[in-house]
């Protein structure tokens, strides 16, 4: 009998896969389409571990179950190229970015070659290559021009040893994303996107959107949308007058250009209706009159915590568990309400970059007022009528008002509207909606990325590079490495950074930073479907065939990727370049594989599994695969066993081992045929359903189940017909786990072409019947008992074991049944 060896069976099929073209596609708008696509890979030097198979796993498993659906399915790749990792090695190695992720690329592809994946390579592409990042400048270009691209001067984390600036998403825990090192701030001139023009749109889109909720909670939290009021607190007469002190020299990274006539502060506040609580005013130490508003003793103070509290990370700073500092100014403000004098401080738990940088303390309605008042002994005054059975002391329900003037006894909901409307009629504040959202930063101050399409003119500004002059290609250098002083190293390649203005031809500059890979990521999904496309990014009648994704797969990249994604693709609907809002209909995020002592896997602890040193291992990719699947949910963490994939390795050679041994058995007629059809009919089913809700884990059980029943059943020999449609079916079932086994099995029972070409097995709900089955039994028409028995039970046996039933014996004791009446599946009537 023929042995399962997958070292050989594998590389046979890919390869018959490969010459046969057997996953590539064309745009075919009279098919019904199906587009599944794995989150966009980084081909780092390690390449593929097993976390990254599992991903392509779930993906590659719904791609071939659709294929067997006859549908037209898109299954692409792509290498997200651009970024730290490739330069760092560059500087490290001083092989060049380039060349390090080519060497890379032909790893991972490799890797996804003897997994198996049914990816269409015809469409595979890079986003170093310029025939892509041509394109992305395009965009970028598109942007500025409709204004969603601009440059300001501002302060932003910097990565002291990346030496680059990071996103808001790029700082965890006060650290970089990548290298780890503390992050501070510095001030300097960056590029943005204007994501904030379209936080309502992103908002209101989300509800729709078949993604898990966790993932559509943490974008509309980033989001942050909140009603309220801004407010103008008038700057006390007294401290009015006073020249501007404190005020640092421009070379300095906290200078403010802000002029010393500005005589109110604006906060925003989600709660008005508790302005008559508000005891003093609290500036962020980044705010622009923080160090102007410094009197006398409080100058120097004042000056040295602002120096400090920058320096500090936002999670440091809005810690609530850590004691609150802060300083006094000397200064005070008018409380716009109740015209009372109240003082303003800076301190650190306030941000400059959320709100207006300032926040009027409340300090009986808000745990950190409280806190901060509590320490410098400032007064708390309750405006709200607190429950009689609460018994914490602070307070930030709704309620009555009091302590409030002739807003006493007034609904905290309507008092809103009418302090708001008295503000309003004051000019000292109006109604007003705020987002957490920041725009997204977008410069880095890095070699390898693509290069921002600017050049710098003296009498023209920022000038957008024409169309016709993309790409602007990143130029050859031989140094890397960033000098620390805030520019890349393209600023030193001086011949391609002197150019003519595209607008009047004089001498100038282009800009030498480089755009932040996820830019080239927000629009990958739109050229996967038109690669090739040499004259513009995508051709919008092939996007609006294929697009949007009908199922994404990944686990990482919660907040950034997936919400810049859907903000490119708001803006591209608004050019009316696509014909969709949203990228991507459904979202499956995944859970992670870690180590076998459910540690995360990691190249320092040297626990990571190589998918290639499984399969090499004798037990090949179809065991990886099918295992990985069938480790738990797949939305769940697991850890990997190698006891595991030995485990599901038996499963899968004991479907080998049974078609062996019935393409070499002494076929019989019809033996078994009726518990095989229902034992079949029940797992196709079950396997379909489960395959269609990603509940992989429990498609591949049902299978497991349904080989014992094989097993159980060929020990009353095999039939022809029954056995060859029962195993059939087994065999595309079981590819959309272990495919390279399933074309070979397919093949050897006489199957035409490959598996996935096969239509998908269907069932016959008449053939769903359980193999028990409970039997009313009556005597003289009265209920006497049950009896349970095998669905397809002779009937003699079944009326002999109504009549042997211990309460319906009671009743016909040695009486003789004129007649007994059997129902099948439901009653035996007994008639005395």
Same mark, same amino acid.
């Given at each position: ?18 010459d046969?073209?057997?996953n590539?596609?064309k745009?075919?708008?009279s098919?019904?389409?199906?587009? $599944?696509?794995?989150?966009?890979p ?12 599992f991903?392509?796993?779930?993906v590659d498993?719904i791609?071939r ?6 549908e ?10 651009f ?5 760092? +090695?560059?500087i490290?190695? /001083?092989?060049s ?11 991972f592809?490799?890797?996804?070659i003897r ?7 015809s469409?595979?592409?890079?986003t ?49 994303w990548r290298?780890g090192?503390?992050?501070e ?12 023009? +379209? ?14 909720q966790?993932?559509?909670? =943490?974008q509309?939290?980033w989001?942050g949308?909140?009603e ?17 002190? /404190? ?13 010393s006539?500005?005589?109110?502060i604006?906060?925003?506040s ?10 003093f ?6 705010h ?16 040295e915590?602002v120096?400090? =509290? $920058?320096?500090?990370?936002?999670i ?6 850590k004691?609150k ?7 005070? =403000?008018i ?6 004098k ?5 301190a ?8 207006t ?9 808000d745990?950190?007022?409280?806190a ?9 005054v309750?405006?709200?009528?607190k429950?009689a059975d609460?018994e ?10 009091i302590?409030?003037?002739?807003f ?8 809103r ?22 725009d ?10 693509a ?9 023209h ?5 024409p ?5 602007v290609?990143l ?6 490495a960033?000098?620390?002083?805030g ?7 001086e ?15 282009r ?6 890979? +996820?830019?080239?990521?927000s ?6 479907a ?14 609006n @065939?294929?697009?949007?994704?009908d ?9 950034a990727?997936?919400l810049?994604v ?5 803006v591209?609907y ?16 995944? /859970?992670?594989?870690?180590a ?17 040193d ?5 037990y ?6 099918? +295992? ?17 994939v030995a ?13 062996q041994? @019935?393409l ?5 007629s019809?033996v ?27 498609a ?6 349904? $080989?014992?029943d ?17 195993l059939g079916a087994?065999?595309q079932?079981?590819? $959309?786990?272990?495919?390279?086994m399933?074309?070979?099995?397919w ?10 070409? =096969?239509?998908?097995?269907?069932w016959?709900d ?22 349970t028995?095998?669905?397809?039970a ?5 009326k002999?074991?109504?009549?042997a039933?211990?309460n319906v014996?009671?009743?016909?004791r ?6 007994i009446i059997y ?7 007994i008639?005395?």
């Amino acid at each position: 009998m023929q042995r399962y060896n997958p070292s050989e069976i594998e590389p046979k099929w890919q390869k018959i896969w490969q010459d046969q073209k057997a996953n590539e596609v064309k745009t075919e708008p009279s098919k019904q389409k199906m587009y $599944v696509s794995g989150m966009f890979p980084y081909p780092s030097g390690a390449g593929m571990h097993t976390g990254h198979a599992f991903s392509w796993a779930v993906v590659d498993a719904i791609a071939r179950f659709h294929h067997q659906h006859g549908e037209n399915v898109l299954n692409p790749i792509g290498w997200d190229t651009f970024g730290l990792p490739a330069e760092n +090695y560059a500087i490290k190695t /001083g092989t060049s970015p380039a060349a390090a992720t080519a060497t890379n690329i032909i790893n991972f592809k490799n890797q996804f070659i003897r997994i198996g994946v049914s990816i269409d390579w015809s469409r595979e592409i890079n986003t170093s290559d310029p025939s892509y990042y041509k394109w992305t400048q395009w965009v970028f270009t598109k942007l500025f021009e409709r204004g969603l691209a601009y440059q300001k001067e501002s302060l932003q984390w910097w990565c002291p040893v990346d030496k680059t600036v990071l996103a808001n998403e790029q700082v965890e825990g006060g650290r970089c994303w990548r290298c780890g090192s503390l992050v501070e701030k510095k001030s300097m001139k960056q590029w943005f996107f204007k994501i904030t023009e +379209y936080a309502d749109s992103l908002l209101d889109e989300i509800e729709d959107l078949d993604w898990p909720q966790k993932i559509k909670t =943490a974008q509309i939290n980033w989001i942050g949308k909140s009603e309220g009021a801004e407010i103008d607190f008038l700057i006390s007469e007294t401290a009015s007058h006073r020249e501007s002190v /404190g005020l640092l020299a421009p070379a300095d990274s906290l200078a403010a250009d802000v002029s010393s006539t500005k005589k109110s502060i604006s906060v925003f506040s989600t709660r008005p209706d508790t302005m008559f609580g508000a005891t003093f005013l609290v500036l962020a130490p980044e705010h622009p009159l923080a160090l102007q508003l410094g009197t006398g003793e409080f100058k120097e103070s004042l000056k040295e915590y602002v120096r400090s =509290a $920058v320096k500090k990370s936002e999670i440091e700073r809005t810690n609530d568990t850590k004691e609150k500092t802060g300083v006094f100014t000397g200064s005070y =403000a008018i409380n716009p309400i109740n015209d009372e004098k109240v003082p303003i401080w800076v301190a650190d738990y306030v941000l400059g970059g959320y709100g207006t940088g300032a926040v009027m303390g409340v300090p009986a309605h808000d745990e950190r007022d409280y806190a901060f008042a509590e320490k410098f002994h400032l007064p708390i005054v309750e405006v709200i009528e607190k429950p009689a059975d609460l018994e914490e002391e602070i307070y930030h329900g709704e309620g009555t008002l009091i302590n409030s003037s002739e807003f006493d006894g007034m609904q905290s909901s309507q008092a809103r509207e009418e302090i708001v409307a008295v503000l309003e009629e004051k000019k000292l504040g109006s109604a007003k909606t705020t987002y957490k959202m920041r725009d997204w930063l977008i410069s880095r101050q890095r070699y390898w990325g693509a290069p921002i399409p600017i050049i710098h003119c003296p009498d023209h500004g920022a000038v957008a590079v024409p169309e016709n002059q993309l790409p602007v290609m990143l130029p050859e250098i031989e140094d890397y490495a960033p000098k620390g002083d805030g520019l890349s190293a393209l600023a030193r390649a001086e011949e391609w950074v002197n150019t003519p203005c595209p607008n009047c031809g004089k001498p100038a500059k282009r800009e030498t930073d480089t755009m932040d890979g +996820y830019a080239c990521s927000s629009w990958y999904l739109l050229r996967y479907a038109d690669p090739k496309n040499a004259e513009r990014a995508w051709d919008p009648e092939i996007i609006n @065939y294929w697009n949007p994704v009908d199922v994404y797969v990944g686990g990482d990249h919660a907040i950034a990727h997936l919400l810049y994604v859907r903000f490119w693709t708001h803006v591209f609907y608004d050019m009316k370049l696509v014909n969709f809002k949203e990228p991507v209909k459904k979202l499956i995020y995944h /859970g992670y594989i870690n180590a076998e002592d459910g540690t995360k896997m990691s190249k320092s602890k040297g626990n990571v599994v190589d998918p290639l040193d499984v399969i090499d291992s004798g037990y090949g990719a179809d065991a990886l695969r099918t +295992y990985l699947l069938f480790m738990g949910p797949i939305e769940l963490d697991a850890s990997w066993s190698t006891k595991g994939v030995a485990g599901v390795y038996r499963f899968l050679n004991r479907i080998w081992t049974l078609t062996q041994q @019935y393409l070499e058995s002494d076929k019989t007629s019809n033996v078994n045929d009726q518990k095989l059809a229902v034992a079949l009919n029940k797992t196709i089913k079950k396997v379909t359903n489960d395959i269609r809700r990603q509940s992989f884990n429990t498609a591949i059980a049902g299978l497991m189940e349904f $080989v014992n029943d094989l097993y159980k059943l060929k020990l009353d020999g095999f039939s022809e017909k029954g056995w060859r449609d029962a195993l059939g079916a087994l065999t595309q079932m079981i590819a $959309v786990f272990a495919p390279h086994m399933a074309d070979e099995l397919w093949t050897q029972l006489g199957g035409q072409g490959l598996v996935q070409k =096969a239509s998908w097995p269907k069932w016959d709900d008449s053939l769903i019947v359980e193999d028990m089955v409970t039997i009313a039994v009556q005597v003289n028409g009265k209920l006497r008992g049950e009896v349970t028995v095998e669905k397809h039970a002779d009937t003699e046996d079944i009326k002999a074991l109504a009549l042997a039933h211990e309460n319906v014996a009671k009743f016909v004791r040695e009486q003789k049944p004129t007649k007994i009446i059997y129902v099948p599946g439901r009653l035996v009537s007994i008639v005395l």
